[in-house]
């Protein structure tokens, strides 16, 4: 891949830098046995995790795009989670929701490389995020996991008021960032809401695609490590 020539990036959170799904899973089996849901017939924390995941990542694809809110997020993924297991979601313990909001952010997997790699970029770069998180839990995950300063800008996309990848968020979070869109690169895991996102303004944008996954012909960059950045940036 050609070398970008760019004078600032912008990088997604979840899923990109922040290991959104190694800190569910690890919260989730802690709460299952807490919640001891062995006792409504859900004997396997693995399949109630992978069930959840998958919930979880098709909710966040419709919120992406305001098919859904921050709300109806929240409540759907267990409920369907526990629907999809044969559980009443009735059944679902309130405070359960509540515990998982407070230690999920709280934990501090990051994918691999992800502070050597923002060292680099930092010496030579001036680094942004743009999430599409919830502002509460965005902001502990960037103080826990010693982010923070590697950032000069956060922009969070629930206190601009739109999504990614409606362009308004990309010129708010590039005014914001005092640069301008030709000098600038998006890097995320969602080809929808960050790369299609970024293109739709004329921003470049790289792909993380950490599981290999098969690229629709207008991904043109795309990286299955942060550690790839450091020879393509």
Known sequence: MQILDKKSIFFDLDHTLWDFDKNAEETLAELFVTYRFDRLGMHSADVFIETYTRNNHRLWAKYHIGEIDKAELRKARFADTFTELGVDPALFPLQFEVDYLHICPRKTNLFP??????????????????????????????????????????????????????????????????????????????????????????????????????LPEDIKRSITGLNELTKLL
């Open 113 to 214: 490389h992800t502070h050597e790699v923002l060292e680099y970029l930092q010496g030579k770069y001036s680094l942004h995020l743009i999430s599409n998180g919830f502002k509460e839990a965005s902001r502990i995950k960037i103080a826990n996991s010693g982010l923070a300063n590697y950032f000069q800008t956060v922009v969070i996309s629930e206190l601009v008021g739109v999504h990614k990848p409606h362009p308004e968020i990309f010129h708010h979070a590039v005014a914001n960032a005092q640069t301008h869109i030709p000098e600038s690169v998006m890097i995320g895991d969602s080809i929808e809401a960050d790369i299609r996102g970024a293109q739709g303004v004329g921003m470049d944008a790289v792909f993380f695609n950490p599981h290999n996954q098969a």
